[in-house]
């Protein structure tokens, strides 16, 4: 690392994190001619990374054009699932597509470990500094409280900079010790989860077999009403030689049930509609990792004097039912946060008033945009009547449909749905205090 001279920082921007956010960070601000170190507490980015999910590469065709033809990927998602479940059934809306399986393509299955490899890998080549097997320790400042850079565990310890990027995750400690979530209501734990994963490796040919797919097409599965009670849902993704399928549950839920989250994940595998799927598969990886799902309500500030928050660090993951999505809104958020950073070292202005230009970018962006439309339905989605009663009602409702039971004649709609709430306990003004929500949200 260079040495200060003259007592200048040695960086224009330091970026804490390799991640999707961190390097989309620094590959930015590397390009706008700005010196950049990359720190990463693992030996090589995505080292600590046990993700295996879906991206979407939208936000990549403005960061790295024609992505599709160098991104590690593992299948283009051609079908996408929403699976509700009660013990003993399953009801599950599937669309696919063939215009997701060529270019631009809409999104891919990727492991992270491949996944931030190459993003770092990029930001390098733009010029930024990687600093790999270093832990950001605390923040550093000057005499009027102005963040001007991090203390790291490495022999030579601090590292100065004009602007310290924070993408070190959920639970960001740099964050929280610049006073970024000062103002955000409630305990941290409250607007967290904690996903738990299993990746099972099956041979190609018996993953297209099973799932309907050909050549490099994948699947995503979302399911809801299999996490036994606690606030949740569940997610099956196809991968080149392998699937991932885990669950994702609220820490409080799950401290309240005394029960094990590789328990729930057990249960959710052995469910009638799930374990066909993985049969005779070999568990090859299980790992465990925290998501900020609170949303928009939940995100600290996003600037401070000398300091910028993105990505998880700055709980910028859309929990939304349908869609469950972060590394989008990290490259996004990371990407913004390189290009006001180096506006402000341009302009000579790295205060908080200098760096406001962060916060326009994402508000004019995807990435606040949806979280503000989005707010309320993390509480939604969290809800007991989504989380319990909902799949339950539609599952029913769907079983009389298809039931035939002659020689009585077909129910109606409207008598299956009152009956089905009936026996799910769902109120009528819940149901349509629910459906305003959603209309809110969604429409």
């Given at each position: 690392m260079?040495?200060?001279?003259?007592?200048?920082?040695?960086?224009?921007?330091?970026?804490?994190?390799?991640?999707?956010?961190?390097?989309?960070?620094?590959?930015?601000?590397?390009?706008?001619?700005?010196?950049?170190?990359?720190?990463?507490?693992?030996?090589?980015?995505?080292?600590?990374?046990?993700?295996?999910?879906?991206?979407?590469?939208?936000?990549?065709?403005?960061?790295?054009?024609?992505?599709?033809?160098?991104?590690?990927?593992?299948?283009?998602?051609?079908?996408?699932?929403?699976?509700?479940?009660t013990g003993h059934q399953a009801l599950t809306v599937d669309f696919r597509t063939e215009d997701w399986g060529r270019p631009p393509y809409n999104g891919a299955t990727a492991f992270r470990s491949e996944l931030d490899g190459w993003l770092a890998s990029l930001a390098q080549d733009a010029g930024a500094v990687l600093v790999p097997a270093t832990t950001a320790t605390g923040l550093l400042r000057d005499g009027a409280g102005?963040?001007?850079?991090?203390?790291?565990?490495?022999?030579?310890?601090?590292?100065?900079?004009?602007?310290?990027?924070?993408?070190?995750?959920?639970?960001?400690?740099?964050?929280?010790?610049?006073?970024?979530?000062?103002?955000?209501?409630?305990?941290?734990?409250?607007?967290?989860?904690?996903g738990v994963k299993e990746t099972l490796a099956l041979p190609r040919e018996v993953v297209e077999e099973r799932f309907g797919l050909s050549g490099r097409h994948g699947q995503d599965i979302e399911v809801l009403g299999c996490t036994g009670g606690i606030p949740g849902g569940g997610f099956l993704y196809t991968n080149l030689e392998s699937v991932s399928v885990g669950v994702v549950l609220s820490l409080t839920g799950l401290a309240a049930s005394g029960t094990r989250p590789e328990a729930v994940l057990a249960g959710m595998k052995e469910h009638p509609a799930i374990a066909p799927l993985l049969r005779g598969a070999e568990l090859k990886e299980y790992s465990a990792h925290l998501i900020p799902e609170g949303g928009y309500d939940t995100m600290p500030e996003l600037t401070g004097d000398g300091i910028l928050v993105a990505g998880d660090a700055a709980a910028m993951c859309l929990a939304a039912g349908v869609w469950l999505e972060g590394v989008n809104y990290a490259l996004g958020a990371g990407m913004y946060a390189g290009r006001a950073a180096a506006a402000a070292v341009t302009a000579g202005d790295t205060s908080r008033a200098g760096l406001a230009g962060y916060r326009r970018l994402l508000e004019e962006s995807f990435v606040l945009a949806d979280h503000r439309r989005l707010r309320r339905v993390p509480g939604l989605v969290f809800s007991d009547r989504v989380q319990q009663s909902y799949p339950g009602l539609l599952c029913d409702v769907a079983q009389g449909f298809f039931t035939v039971d002659n020689p009585r004649p077909k129910p109606g709609l409207r008598r299956l749905l009152t009956g089905a709430a009936r026996r799910r306990g769902v109120r009528l003004r819940h149901l349509l205090s629910d459906a305003f929500t959603g209309t809110r949200s969604f429409g």
């Amino acid at each position: 690392m260079p040495p200060e001279t003259n007592g200048a920082p040695a960086f224009d921007v330091v970026v804490v994190g390799a991640g999707p956010a961190g390097s989309a960070a620094a590959l930015e601000a590397a390009r706008a001619g700005m010196s950049v170190a990359l720190l990463e507490r693992g030996p090589y980015p995505g080292a600590k990374n046990v993700y295996g999910g879906v991206v979407y590469g939208r936000i990549l065709d403005e960061l790295v054009p024609n992505w599709w033809e160098h991104m590690p990927v593992q299948r283009w998602v051609t079908r996408r699932s929403t699976m509700m479940l009660t013990g003993h059934q399953a009801l599950t809306v599937d669309f696919r597509t063939e215009d997701w399986g060529r270019p631009p393509y809409n999104g891919a299955t990727a492991f992270r470990s491949e996944l931030d490899g190459w993003l770092a890998s990029l930001a390098q080549d733009a010029g930024a500094v990687l600093v790999p097997a270093t832990t950001a320790t605390g923040l550093l400042r000057d005499g009027a409280g102005r963040v001007t850079g991090v203390r790291t565990d490495r022999p030579d310890g601090d590292l100065t900079a004009r602007i310290v990027i924070a993408c070190d995750g959920v639970n960001s400690f740099l964050a929280k010790e610049a006073g970024l979530f000062a103002k955000v209501p409630g305990k941290q734990a409250e607007h967290t989860s904690l996903g738990v994963k299993e990746t099972l490796a099956l041979p190609r040919e018996v993953v297209e077999e099973r799932f309907g797919l050909s050549g490099r097409h994948g699947q995503d599965i979302e399911v809801l009403g299999c996490t036994g009670g606690i606030p949740g849902g569940g997610f099956l993704y196809t991968n080149l030689e392998s699937v991932s399928v885990g669950v994702v549950l609220s820490l409080t839920g799950l401290a309240a049930s005394g029960t094990r989250p590789e328990a729930v994940l057990a249960g959710m595998k052995e469910h009638p509609a799930i374990a066909p799927l993985l049969r005779g598969a070999e568990l090859k990886e299980y790992s465990a990792h925290l998501i900020p799902e609170g949303g928009y309500d939940t995100m600290p500030e996003l600037t401070g004097d000398g300091i910028l928050v993105a990505g998880d660090a700055a709980a910028m993951c859309l929990a939304a039912g349908v869609w469950l999505e972060g590394v989008n809104y990290a490259l996004g958020a990371g990407m913004y946060a390189g290009r006001a950073a180096a506006a402000a070292v341009t302009a000579g202005d790295t205060s908080r008033a200098g760096l406001a230009g962060y916060r326009r970018l994402l508000e004019e962006s995807f990435v606040l945009a949806d979280h503000r439309r989005l707010r309320r339905v993390p509480g939604l989605v969290f809800s007991d009547r989504v989380q319990q009663s909902y799949p339950g009602l539609l599952c029913d409702v769907a079983q009389g449909f298809f039931t035939v039971d002659n020689p009585r004649p077909k129910p109606g709609l409207r008598r299956l749905l009152t009956g089905a709430a009936r026996r799910r306990g769902v109120r009528l003004r819940h149901l349509l205090s629910d459906a305003f929500t959603g209309t809110r949200s969604f429409g």
